[in-house]
């Protein structure tokens, strides 16, 4: 059987910040357009077939049915793009040490850039997190292209230690391409606030990697009425409103927030208290097992899911987002770490999977 599939710096004054309560032979061959918005996947998969046993009848129906069953599943998981929690889509790539691009299409935002996935392309706003070639590899393939697709100019956050050093390296790009690579660079810092769009802002929040790094929170901006007219009637309300008096206040809530490569000590940090209480935390969990120590992942400036169960008293997310796993894992070993982890944490624990492989493919 043969299933074809197809898928197509300006400064804000100071806000109050509101927080949210809380052995079968597959052929798969994948085409995708070098860049733009439409993808399309055809995938060619071949059913399993039936299991070679001794056994007769109901047994032999009992091992064909559970093959089946993980085949459908591993099937599933592999097609899969991207995810959709709170209102937003999560898709993207996040692979240990190979690429991390994960893209919020609401915002018009990327977080990191990995090598530059085609669906990044058309995302205005791009978040570094640190400079490790596996997040920041694709940035000049990534303003070169919106300019070759006529899109304006992208807005791209660093750390401000490695402002200098992005230039430098967007220069050389130049000289050697003898092409304009044209953006707006904003090397925004922890405690400052810029503002996305009137009703967005994004303040970048510390986190505990081997080089310098920070994680960003977006937020989004609402109208609260002042306390001292909550008593008023509607029509009073209406009267100071057009009258010119200031009536309400402008609060900040945490939509979405992204860690990039963390140790965990981010569960800790007073700091990042904003971050976990947002909506979403699309954060990182590099190690699931005992075959990685904890120890191991602390040394390399990454967190271990074993240390997510240990802080998840912190976590008050609606959905957390797990990122980063090391490509040593399959689809079915992550699936099993997101089974180990809900039991122990009140928000809604889902995985980013795509380009992992099955176990059954």
Known sequence: MQISLAT??????????????TSNQTQ?????????????????????????????GFLSAIERAIEEEEY?????????????????????????????CVIVPQLKAAF??????????HQNFLFITHAHLDHIGGLPMYIGTRGLYGLKPPTVFVPPSIKEDVEKLLDVHRSMSQVELNLDLIALDVGETYEMRNDLVVRPVRTHH?????????????????????????????????????ITDSVLCPEVAFTGDTASDFYLDPHSADALRAKILITEATFLDD???????????????????????????????????????????IRQ?????????????????????????
């Open 28 to 56: 798969c061959n994948v085409q995708k357009p070098s860049h733009g918005i439409s993808m399309q996947a055809h995938v060619s998969l071949q059913a399993p077939c039936a299991v070679k046993s001794s056994s007769t």
């Open 8 to 21: 197509t710096i300006p400064k804000v004054p100071s806000f109050f910040t509101y927080y949210p309560s």
């Open 112 to 121: 990191d850039i990995g090598r530059c996935p085609s669906r990044a392309v």
């Open 210 to 246: 081997v080089i310098p790094s920070q994680g960003y929170v977006i937020y989004s901006v609402r109208k609260k009425l002042k306390k001292q007219y909550i008593h008023l009637e509607g029509k009073k309300i209406e009267k100071l409103k057009k009258s010119g008096v200031q």
């Open 72 to 100: 459908r599943k591993a099937r599933a998981e592999v097609i899969r793009k991207g995810l959709n929690v709170e209102g937003y889509s999560i898709e993207g790539h996040s692979i240990g040490g190979h690429e991390t």
């Open 337 to 361: 770490g997101i089974l180990n982890l809900q039991p122990q944490i009140s928000a809604k624990v889902v995985a980013l999977t795509e380009g992992f492989k099955s176990m059954h493919l």
């Open 291 to 333: 075959n990685c120590s904890v120890e191991h992942a602390r040394e390399h400036g990454h967190t271990h899911l074993y240390e997510i169960m240990e802080q998840a008293k912190w976590i008050r997310n609606k959905t957390l987002v797990l990122t980063h796993f090391s490509p040593r894992y399959s689809i079915e070993e």
